[in-house]
């Protein structure tokens, strides 16, 4: 035993720098195959990659509640905006409205190798390799075109500027690294609402004893890039922030609660160290590294709240996977007895997460269907052939697995059909008892689409959603029979068209 130890220390950057280079394999091989899979796993996809594309429309990205449109989530502007930007670039497409996420995804672990490199080359490595079995782990939520790969690699950007030298470290960050940390964040409480929590620990230990000067420059320069969007025609503030008092009614599930502590430990594994630090450091730990971690599990806390509910979910912690990471190295780095112990801590850890990622990645690719995916989309390609000068929008039928079907309902609006009533924000606004609006219930009967396709041989608009409640009252549904018919049958869905 001694022996085998032996060897394996003497020999570690190399035997880290080979496992470094078969995770990274891993996780550019699950990326890269996601990127040009012909489809999505979820239908919150489906709608960034829509209201993304419908930018360069000029369509309102929050229409009112008081309005006919129901077509957008609480994703602040930015979850748009970053897909936008790529459309600009490559065009519109399956590929490139993942294509924003994926490259967080794989820049993550670089960004975090480079966080650690001046404290040697087996810390960077050992970092990388945790940053990367997190993110098998976490498959498919850390690549997939939602605002967390994003948000994650915005927080691992933060506490790269936090470590970097001339940081927090040695009293003197400068205002150049307050500005990084602020764009960082502003961007990121632009995907989502709640994701300055995940900042709060970073900025506490940046600003550490610099007085409230930098605190405050960060917050406001956080806040201009939050709000900066707002000022342009698509972002309306009043309508985006109509959703929150409806979210904020969502009640607290025990159930999900549970999933969320159990998925999200690794999360959590820095108390292990830090406690490890408090044994075995050579001296007190710091008021400092005190501030951090406490401030760590207290925005963990508030985290685990809007995590908990219907609809949320683990991958909630997802962004604290730099600030996790960093704490794991920095805790470790402070032990100056029973290093041996630590370090087969770490090792442990990192083995426990690539064995634990294996099921996770079969499930992944389990779960891509290409044959039947390649199917839709030729199906919806024939669709759009046989009514060349129809409007077509995608509609729903009674069963969740024909549901999954409607996840390509992008494909159409790419094409250039009109996109006024998306199911999978009529599931949440349902479950919060929004009324749908006259205008929506008068589109269908003056036909304001000629054709709405629905999952084939179901009821159209019969949907028991994800909550268990119906999706569209009897109200929606008679006046959708009443004008609609089924003309004609495809592979994968009925042709309802409007009666003439």
């Not at 025609?233 to 959703?243: T, V």
């Not at 985290?303 to 990471?325: H, N």
């Not at 269907?369 to 390649?374: A, G, I, R």
């Not at 929506?440 to 054709?451: G, K």
């Amino acid at each position: 035993m001694t022996v085998t130890f032996n060897f394996v220390y003497r020999h570690r950057i190399r035997l880290l720098v080979l496992l470094a280079g078969l995770v990274t394999i891993d996780v550019v091989w699950v990326a890269g195959t996601y990127l040009v899979y012909p489809g999505y796993l979820d239908h919150g996809e489906s709608i960034v990659a829509m209201t993304s594309w419908r930018l360069f429309q000029g369509f309102a990205i929050y229409p009112p509640f008081d309005g006919p449109d129901r077509t957008m989530n609480i994703y602040g502007p930015v979850a748009s905006l970053m897909h936008a930007a790529v459309y600009a670039l490559a065009g519109q497409g399956v590929a490139s409205s993942k294509a924003a996420g994926l490259a967080a995804t794989l820049l993550l672990p670089v960004v975090v190798f480079f966080t650690h490199k001046p404290r040697g080359s087996g810390a960077a490595l050992a970092a990388a390799i945790l940053a990367a079995g997190l993110i098998l782990v976490g498959i498919p939520f850390t690549i997939w075109n939602r605002p967390d790969p994003m948000m994650m690699l915005l927080v691992a950007v933060a506490v790269w500027t936090m470590r970097a030298p001339g940081g927090s470290d040695d009293g003197n960050p400068g205002w150049g690294k307050d500005l990084v940390i602020a764009l960082s964040g502003g961007l990121a409480v632009g995907l989502k609402v709640h994701a300055g929590l995940y900042f709060m620990p970073v900025v506490l230990v940046h600003c550490w004893g610099r007085g409230l000067r930098p605190f405050f420059f960060i917050a406001a320069v956080s806040a201009a890039v939050t709000f900066a969007p707002f000022l342009f025609e698509p972002f309306s503030l009043a309508d985006y922030l109509s959703w929150f008092p409806l979210v904020g009614e969502k009640p607290f599930s025990f159930a999900v609660f549970i999933k969320v502590l159990r998925y999200g430990l690794f999360y959590l594994s820095p108390v292990l160290f830090f406690t490890a630090a408090l044994q075995w450091a050579n001296g007190a730990v710091s008021r400092v590294e005190w501030v951090y971690f406490l401030s760590f599990l207290a925005c963990v806390a508030v985290v685990v709240v809007p995590a908990s509910k219907p609809g949320a979910g683990w991958y909630y912690m997802a962004p604290f996977l730099a600030i996790s990471v960093d704490m794991i190295v920095r805790y470790s780095s402070l032990v100056t007895r029973n290093k041996t112990f630590v370090r087969a801590g770490c090792a442990v850890l990192v083995a426990a997460l690539l064995v634990i990622s294996v099921p996770v990645q079969k499930r992944f690719f389990r779960a891509l269907h290409w044959q039947t995916s390649e199917k839709i989309t030729l199906d919806l390609n024939n669709i759009i052939g046989a009514y060349p000068t129809k409007s077509i929008q995608m509609g729903v039928g009674d069963s969740i697995p024909g549901y999954n079907t409607t996840f390509y309902r992008p494909l159409l609006v790419f094409a250039g059909h009109p996109f006024t009533l998306d199911v999978g924000v009529m599931i949440e606004l349902s479950k919060m008892g929004v009324s749908l609006h006259k205008g929506t219930l008068r589109r269908l009967e003056t036909c304001h689409t000629d054709v709405w396709l629905v999952p084939k041989g179901e009821r159209p608009f019969a949907l028991i959603g994800y909550y268990g409640n119906r999706v569209f009252d009897d109200t929606f549904r008679n006046t959708f029979l009443g004008n609609y018919e089924k003309r004609k049958r495809f592979t994968y869905f009925d042709a309802w068209v409007c009666k003439e």
